[in-house]
């Protein structure tokens, strides 16, 4: 597999990869009880006002109550499943594909510590979530910005939460994500993948939904004064996945995301002892601490633009640069096209 050709996303992906099988999401349901009926209204209105109140049989306001019954049977199967759970991790019973994805833990655990911080904190709002398919699939191409990628996080909630057909968000990530300690396991635990045509056109043939942000390190890292100005997107991997697959590529905008680390500065020096592609300088960071830290609770957008569609062309056409580049400057215009619009509707940046 490391002898595969393979087309970087952009100059600051890496390559390789390998193919997966997801497995199927878990569902539960609940049921509530109804109370009872009261006395036919022709026998109260013909007995005396006593007699009525010692015959007339119990009703639903002299019962006990049945919503704590039921509440107690949800936490009792609530804790059941979480039991369950924890013996599964305990036991290694539990599935994960070839990438290291595990769609259990993602589902009920780590959708659950991102959730808070896409609904409470940032208030991310929804848009053109139709134009992701129900099935089959298909490319996101979506801005970078922010200092740090949490807006690759928000996207894939945002997915996860509000798409009909419940589908996961499948990330392509640099190589650096992958050579951290800890986060090299949440991001694989995740579904992410190193960022390359040979792991994209995979996922892509088994059906899943990917998602890529091509601007990599040069839009996360731009300075603030550059913001929501879409730095170059690679050599155009992207399209050539696509066109190769015939999956319809879906631009992605997002408006929130380069407020919440004002970049006002980059320590390259410092950059360069810890590895790094840069060394953020911001209003806070790294002036208070750990506290400087904590991103801005700005209020977000993510609109997903209209497909553009790729199986009309010949599997040849992805050899085609000229083809590719006509393709990548369309995805990239309507990309900052809708951040322009987004940025006009919005009446303030935390509100």
């Known amino acids: 597999m490391a002898d595969a050709k393979v087309i970087p996303f952009d100059d600051d992906r890496s390559r390789g990869g390998a193919a997966q099988r997801p497995s199927r999401r878990r569902s539960g349901a609940s049921r509530r009880g109804t109370a009872g009926e009261g006395a036919p209204v022709h026998e109260v209105q013909s007995l005396p006002t006593r007699a009525t109140a010692q015959e007339e049989p119990v009703t639903s306001q002299e019962q006990p109550p049945a919503g704590p019954r039921d509440d107690d049977g949800g936490l009792e199967r609530r804790v059941a499943r979480g039991l369950s759970f924890l ?25 659950s510590l991102l959730r808070p911080l ?24 979506a801005n970078h910005s922010g200092t740090l990628p949490l807006d690759g996080l ?6 996860h939460d509000h798409h009909p057909a419940d589908r996961h968000l499948r990330l ?29 056109e995979r996922l892509l043939a088994q059906g899943e ?22 730095q170059r997107f690679g050599r155009g991997g992207f399209v050539s996945t696509a066109l190769r697959q015939g999956v319809p590529i879906i631009p992605c905008s997002i408006v929130g995301a380069e407020e919440i680390y004002p970049m006002i500065g980059n320590a390259k020096t410092l950059a360069r002892l810890l590895g790094f592609p840069y060394f953020p300088l911001t209003p806070t960071f790294p002036w208070l601490g750990p506290l ?26 992805a050899e085609d640069p000229m083809l ?20 006009v509707q919005r009446r303030s940046v935390f509100f």
Do not use: S
Request: proline content about 6%.
């Open 87 to 111: 013996r599964r991790r305990l036991t290694g019973d539990y599935e994960v594909d070839d990438f290291g994805y595990d769609e259990e833990l993602t589902d009920q655990v780590l959708m």
């Open 118 to 141: 896409y609904e409470k904190y940032f208030r991310v709002e929804v848009k053109g979530i139709e134009n992701i398919p129900v099935d089959g699939g298909a490319l996101i191409v």
């Open 154 to 159: 928000m996207l894939q909630v945002a997915v």
């Open 172 to 200: 392509l990530a640099a190589d650096l994500v992958f050579v951290l300690p800890v986060v090299n396991e949440l991001a694989r635990k995740l579904g992410h993948t190193l960022a390359c045509a040979e792991d994209a």
């Open 209 to 230: 939904l990917v998602g890529v942000m091509p601007e990599g390190f040069k839009g996360i890292g731009k300075p603030f004064g550059e913001r929501y100005k879409l």
């Open 292 to 317: 400087g830290a904590i991103p801005l609770p700005t209020k977000w957008t993510i609109q997903f633009g209209e497909p553009i569609a790729t199986d009309g062309y010949p599997p040849e056409a």
């Open 324 to 343: 590719m580049f006509n393709l990548t400057d369309q995805v990239r215009e309507q990309i900052q096209h809708t951040l322009y619009k987004l940025l």
